[in-house]
């Protein structure tokens, strides 16, 4: 197991009680690191809660609290608490999302505004209701966790790529806002992650038939896998690295491929056509 340097550093991880949020939250229990697990839900914090604890094995602490990334008061409140138990934030990573799949003639503005809520302005919330500190100290890292369809869209999620896309302009607005004051922020942009909101948004055979045949690794992530990219750019490995997507996706979006037509069947059709000659 890899050791990132943050022992004893205290991060706040949103949307930490499932899926990327919670295997990153875990990563930085067991990396030595205090974790204040931010969540929605009683239930799956306590189970939470218990992982990453048990991650820490005593030797760091952590909180869980209950925030509603929407609601920036509660993330204020969230702020003090942290404070107050575990010291001054030194590290935020916004894992807090939410996808669904809807025609675009079909999307109400109620649901468009959902998405954006939680996607983008919770994402925005939660680095505000921290950074304040951060900036004061002049030192800090702040990862927030995007998409593939950052970079490009997919039927029946244009609200979903809609805010995929504004978290890369917040990567790069706030690299240079924040950079200025010694905060440094990235982001994540992974591709088909194995997470219960992958499984309970995706159908199975559309899962086999296009996700897993269109990574030329064969399988979706496992979000420890996102996790550990999360901590490196998160830690001093990265101490020169603001302003950066750190695409983790298997190859998925390196070019055209599928792996029951293999990697060069595209050329070689286009050799047999005379369409170029090798040299």
Not at 66 to 74: E, K, S, T
Not at 186 to 197: C, D, Q, S
Not at 202 to 210: G, K, T
Request: hydrophobic share 45%.
């Amino acid at each position: 197991m890899l050791n990132y340097g943050l022992s004893g550093r205290v991060v706040v991880v949103s949307g930490a009680t499932s899926g990327i949020g919670l295997s990153t939250a875990v990563a930085l229990a067991r990396d030595g690191a205090h974790v204040a697990v931010l969540g929605t839900n009683e239930e799956r914090m306590s189970a939470a809660m218990a992982q990453v604890r048990e991650a820490a094995g005593g030797r760091a602490k952590s909180i869980g609290i209950i925030a509603d990334v929407r609601q920036p008061a509660m993330l204020v409140d969230a702020a003090a608490t942290v404070a107050k138990e575990l010291g001054d934030v030194w590290g935020v990573i916004a894992a807090a999302g939410i996808a669904s799949a809807v025609k675009p003639e079909d999307l109400s503005l109620e649901e468009l505004n959902n998405v954006l809520a939680i996607n983008v302005g919770g994402v925005l919330s939660t680095c505000q209701a921290f950074v304040r500190g951060m900036i004061e100290r002049r030192s800090g890292s702040i990862v927030l966790i995007g998409s593939i369809n950052s970079f490009g869209g997919q039927p029946g999620r244009m609200h979903y790529t809609a805010s995929k896309h504004a978290v890369v302009g917040m990567v790069k607005n706030l690299a240079i806002d924040w950079g200025r004051h010694g905060v440094r922020v990235n982001g994540i942009a992974p591709g088909p992650v194995e997470t219960p909101l992958i499984r309970r948004n995706i159908p199975p055979s559309f899962m086999a038939n296009v996700f897993e045949d269109r990574i030329p690794l064969g399988r979706l992530a496992r979000s420890e896998e996102i996790a550990s990219a999360s901590l490196m750019l998160l830690s001093d490995a990265s101490s020169f690295v603001n302003g950066a997507m750190l695409v983790v996706d298997g190859g998925m979006t390196a070019g055209p491929f599928t792996r029951r037509q293999g990697a060069d069947m595209g050329s070689r059709r286009l050799l047999e056509a005379g369409a170029y000659s090798e040299e």
